[in-house]
């Protein structure tokens, strides 16, 4: 397997060749000629930040083009990821908050609000994968100024940007359509890529891979072997590497029988990938703390009852497609089925991903494929194999695709989860410690440029596969942290670059990027990047010397929540002089 070095890596692509199938369902391509010779802002991916980007851009009356690679807008968010990740609810405002607010309207504008619907989409932050899609097309639609181009390929050799007087001036793009070259100019430049191609073309410095314990001194650090909510073991060294954190797709599942789809056996199906299932389930393998501690009599239980073909129904074992996913209940009868946390083999695939981030798209689609293939055989293993105990298979049997979801992609998500790509070299580092209290009770470190506050756990997933003898896979770790702010010196590079931003591949240490790498958080970067690009066309300035306190001013005008107190509201008179107050610790 290809190795790639960890810091700051400048490495040439290929350029991709498949095209992706169909249009979007619910997102017409701005692909006519457009009339603007140069834009205000030029954002490189429709990924929720970038879409945010380019509507705060927008409400502030500058002109944006997003150039997206795919057919289709929304990220993650439309395409699985319909159980939003953020810890404490209200902690992040702004955007973000406004999206939530328009999924659960369209769920009770059109099932009512005493609806099965309005009550599983959880005031909003529960949605079905193409309902993101609608709200996200919704935010566009609702902004004039906000432009898109859908497969428009960027590939991130420098010569792909005009750079003149530390400015980037053009970008070049291959339009998957017609297989052509298309340049467009702009004044500010956003990236908003999961894999953080705009900034390597650029030339600005960034990290890969994992910092060891010993470079910050995080919790969680380089190598390390955690059992799920429990401690550290043996064969941890927190010593950091090359390892990228594991990828898959957000899956949208269910078991209605009337929306069900049957999972197919994919065409390269290698059943010796799923084997070591057969005896995790059989004898109760898992990596939960409250595995751990069972007695030899409950052991033998669950022996007992898996030879006599009923489910152990042990408390702390999971059920049936539990084994290979975490599910989230959505509206109408679907789910989103992660990666199970507590599992030795599921939806991830560690390893083969890691030269993912700085590899050109053939090599990316290719892996996508393979990472399809894979999810597919798994889920048709446990169904199907007949070493796996029978009450297994059937309760696995009862779960399909959801039919009505990415209905010109078999069903399937049209795209895989990059939890973590590159990180940019910022002008500051975010690491484990910015959101962790400061002392017990207490609360982080407050930035005085904070442009959000968020919440979410240092949470990041496996590097390697299973490895014997270890109590779960190496970087599968979990830790609290308590809500935070996000300085805005984590979105400018630490580069003379004066014109570029980067909310999506962040500033960060693999542990701190951990936390920042949650949908919420990546729209509220999203839309103080758009803020801040707006207000540096208006001035005629460079990032480097934009007024944060202009910034701040601007976000809290948009109902973006700096710094978290319980029980604040935005409708508040003193809501911004509160919030302006609270960073100064008063």
């Keep these: ?8 890596l400048k490495v040439s692509g290929l350029s991709g060749l498949a095209l992706t199938a169909g249009l979007p369902e619910l997102y017409a391509s701005t692909n006519a000629a457009l009339a603007e010779t140069e834009y205000d802002l030029i954002i490189v991916g429709a990924t929720p930040g970038g879409i945010m980007a380019a509507v705060s851009a927008s409400r502030m009356g500058k002109k944006s083009l997003i150039l997206e690679r795919t057919a289709y807008i929304g990220g993650l968010p439309a395409n699985g990821l319909g159980a939003t990740d953020i810890a404490t609810r209200g902690a992040t405002g702004g955007l973000f908050l406004e999206f939530v607010q328009r999924i659960k309207a369209y769920y009770v504008e059109k099932y009512g609000a005493d609806s099965q619907q309005a009550t599983d989409c959880a005031n909003g932050y529960h949605f079905e994968p193409s309902v993101a899609a609608k709200i996200f097309n919704g935010f566009l639609k609702d902004s004039p100024n906000a432009m898109v181009l859908t497969l428009r390929q960027f590939d991130f050799e420098p010569e792909n940007l005009t750079i003149e007087k530390n400015r980037i001036r053009g970008i070049r793009v291959i339009n998957r359509t017609t297989k052509k070259t298309e340049t467009y100019q702009g004044r500010f430049f956003i990236d908003a890529t999961y894999e953080g191609d705009l900034i390597a073309a650029a030339g600005v410095p960034f990290f890969l891979g994992r910092e060891g314990k010993s470079e910050y001194n995080e919790v969680g650090a380089g190598r390390v072997y955690k059992y799920w909510a429990g401690p550290e073991g043996e064969g941890s060294t927190f010593q950091g590497d090359n390892a990228v954190q594991s990828y898959n797709y957000r899956l949208c599942v ?12 994919p065409a390269r199906y290698n059943r010796e990938e799923y084997a070591s299932l057969i005896n995790d389930v059989k004898t109760g393998t898992y990596t939960g703390v409250a595995m751990t501690k069972l007695t030899d009599a409950q052991k033998a239980e669950i022996q007992r009852k898996t030879k006599a073909g009923v489910s152990p129904d042990v408390p702390g074992m999971p059920k049936g497609i539990a084994w290979l996913t975490n599910m989230v209940k959505l509206p109408n009868g679907k789910n989103d089925g992660n990666n199970q ?49 029978e009450w297994f298979r059937n309760e696995c049997a009862q779960w399909g695709w959801a039919k009505d979801e990415y209905t010109d992609n078999g069903n399937f998500p049209r795209q895989l989860y990059v939890r973590e790509g590159r990180r940019m070299k910022g002008k500051y580092i975010f690491k484990a410690q910015d959101a962790q209290p400061v002392k017990p009770g207490g609360r982080p470190p407050l930035h005085a440029d904070s442009i959000t506050a968020s919440h979410y756990a240092l949470d990041s997933h496996a590097v390697r596969k299973r490895e014997a003898g270890k109590i779960h896979l190496d970087g599968f770790i979990s830790y609290p ?13 630490d580069s003379p670059l004066e014109n570029l931003l980067a909310p999506v591949p962040a500033s960060a240490t693999h542990i701190g990027f951990s936390t920042l790498r949650m949908e919420p958080c990546w729209m509220a970067l999203g839309q103080a990047a758009g803020t801040a690009a707006a207000l540096c066309v208006q001035k005629s300035q460079s990032v480097h010397d934009l007024s944060v306190p202009d910034l701040q001013k601007s976000l809290l005008q948009q109902k973006a929540i700096l710094v978290y107190e319980k029980g604040l509201s935005t409708s508040d008179p003193n809501f911004e ?4 107050g609270a960073l100064q610790g008063k």
């Design 481 to 493: 942290s308590a809500v935070y702010t996000v300085p805005f010196r984590v979105i400018v590079p």
């Design 577 to 580: 002089a509160n919030q302006l």
């Design 254 to 265: 269910t078991n209605d029988p009337k929306i069900r789809v049957k999972i197919q056996k």
């Design 341 to 389: 946390h507590h599992a030795f083999i599921s939806t991830d695939l560690p390893e083969e991903n890691w030269p993912y981030p700085t590899s050109g798209w053939e090599w990316r689609d290719r892996f996508a494929q393979r990472l399809r293939e894979y999810t597919e055989g798994l889920f048709y293993f446990a169904q199907n194999d007949p070493e796996l105990p």
């Design 1 to 8: 397997m290809p190795a790639t070095r960890r810091h700051f």
